[in-house]
């Protein structure tokens, strides 16, 4: 495509670079952009920078935070001992959106998957393992989506913390479809079936 | 919708006010953007910064351009007797990719729309005259979308126009359907709608 201005095509590359954004919508987008006064491009500025400079990790779960300890974490009413186990950030922004749930998490940055060339060394298993035994952990729900490459993250884990007999570990029920990703699950069955976590030793003999 | 971040909110709020982006889109880019390193997020800044102060409106046919006139209007290889006037500049980009038009362009900036408030005094149709009366335009081709409003806008211009007996009117070719959109023609259909064009006057006598 041809453009009359630098700063157009400029705009059409930049967003065109996202997720789920072609030429085309990034045209309309730059479009609308240009003709809008300064507001949204100012707010656009802004947040990108926000994202740049501000956005930290939780030292604790991983999960995306303005200060070394998230939100969550430092969240006094928030259950200590028992820790949710996601893939990514977006899960747990899915499971916060239920109100079902009280404790807190921890963030795995992806599932095993040999075939992407992603092990255990790859995700945050290692440190989960320490808040495990460095903490009074009493129950670990993994919240992972149920695909062979989750029910295999699932095992490996379990297996890790097969020392700690303290430590109870659930899944979400089955009431994800399987297959499906956790981020789609509407609210109501992503809600449901963390309250009726299946014990994740008694669902494997059945 | 719950975030851990300031700054993911933030991001995801200046994304979804886009046109076509909610909030669970805004939510996947903003996350991508996070998870991104600089270079996206420097390129956003950039493409934003350069549309709040280098883009400009070209001061004869109100392309959007880096100089006070764009590079279609300077450019001496385009006929200057020949003018494409069409509602916006995506209408530009579309013809232009068909890459069929040597003539330059004039962008009414819309089309006359009563219900919508929209009056001539509201579009580029007073400079258009000027143009027209001022320098040796030999025909007007009218790129306005089909529809009740377009053919107002075409017939409003040929009445002013009247008097200036030595210009011609013509419209693209009825190619495009009636009530379709200009920019979402494809290249082909629209190229030869602008070969085949029809003298204004011969098609409303039919």
Redesign the interface.
Known sequence: ????????E??V???S?????GKK?A????????GNN?E?????????????E???S?TVCY????TDI???CSDPSRKKNLICVVE???D??AI??TQQYSGIYHILGGIISPLEGIGPEDLNIESLVQRVKENEVEELIMAISPSIEGDTTIYYISKLLEAQSNVKISTIARGVSFGGELEYADELTLGRSIHSRTDYNKEISL
């Not at 495509?1 to 157009?8: G, I, N, T």
């Not at 045209?27 to 240009?34: E, I, P, Q, V």
């Not at 949204?40 to 740049?52: N, P, V, W």
């Open positions: 495509m041809k453009y009359s201005s630098k700063s157009l400029k705009a590359e930049a967003l670079a996202l997720p789920s954004i919508s045209l309309r987008l730059a479009l609308h952009l240009a300064g949204k491009k100012d707010r656009i500025i802004e947040a990108m920078r926000s994202l740049k501000d956005l930290k939780c999960n995306y935070a303005d998230c939100n969550i990514t950030v977006k747990v922004i916060e959106n």
